[in-house]
């Protein structure tokens, strides 16, 4: 682990830590907030005393972080928020936000349990990473058509692990071909899974030339130009919305076949995964859409989202 990725369980000791004495809440508050059982909760309160963090205030990196998740929480009507320190290099802000992603949700699975996953980048790196880190055994199901996109997490999933795919492409070429693809049994079979996972994860796409819908080449140049001039801010799962983070109806999307922006706010611990400069605004309006219910960024794209009015 490097140093610009995040301790898990040093955060962990600063959460239990921030919730005991800074917000007075009882050792069962923040095992059912952290997911865990009460026991865990105790020996990380014993161990941060012991380490040294608790020395009459939290440390100051790890103060300043729980203030930013705090405030976002308040500002977005967010259930959680995990901060990752902001990388040197922005490049490697999307691994360190994806390893970060697995550890918090390495927590939170046991064995079967579902989750479900959108298509892109981060995305594929968190599918990868908990695939390789956790001895449970997890299915995990697409929340998307497009099934190159999913295919290169495959090998890490090994025996072990369970992908259920949507068997379509991403984008059909109309609008009727989407509807009959979308009415076959072997999709609606996977889709019946969706409302049975216990977490979802998905990214949180910027419209612009770096996005992996772009770079895949699903995406045309004319529909990207088309997007912006419809007002569109970004997207989540191939759904494009505007800065208010409204659904924009354009003919691109009824020929998309991805689960429906509405059936992923109705879903429970939705958990929103990007980070970046050229993401904030994106995130803020997915965020103001309230498609999230978890958000896992990194410490300067925080400060980013806060300073929006």
Known sequence: MDNNTLDYESALMARAAWYYYYCDMTQQDIAEKLGMTRLKVIKLLDKARASGMIQFK????????????????????????FLVPAPQDEADVNENVAQAASMYIGGRVSDDTFINIGYGDTTGRVLN?????????????????????????????GSQHKLYLIPTPLIASTKEIAEAITSEKSV?????????????????????PAATIVQSGALSQSDQL???????????????????????????????????????????????????????????????????????????????????N
């Open 129 to 157: 990473h908990l695939a390789q880190s956790t001895d449970y055994h997890l299915s995990f199901i697409s929340l998307t058509g497009g099934v190159g996109y999913y295919l290169p997490s495959v090998d890490a999933l």
């Open 226 to 308: 088309f997007l912006e001039q419809s007002g569109a801010i970004g997207d989540i799962l191939s759904h494009f919305f505007d800065r208010d983070g409204q659904l924009i109806e354009t003919e691109l999307e009824s020929r998309t076949i991805s689960t429906p922006l509405s059936t992923l706010a109705g879903l429970d611990n939705v958990i929103g995964v990007a980070a970046g400069k050229r993401k904030v605004d994106a995130i803020h309006a997915a965020l103001l859409g309230n498609y999230l219910n978890v958000l896992i960024s990194d410490e300067d794209t925080a400060e980013a989202l806060l300073n929006i």
């Open 188 to 208: 609606n079979d996977v889709q019946q899974l969706i409302p049975l996972s216990k977490i979802s994860v998905v990214g949180i796409g910027a419209l612009d």
């Open 58 to 81: 939290i440390r100051s990196v790890d103060e300043r972080r729980m203030e930013l998740e705090q405030a976002l929480m308040e500002k977005y009507n967010l259930q959680d928020c």
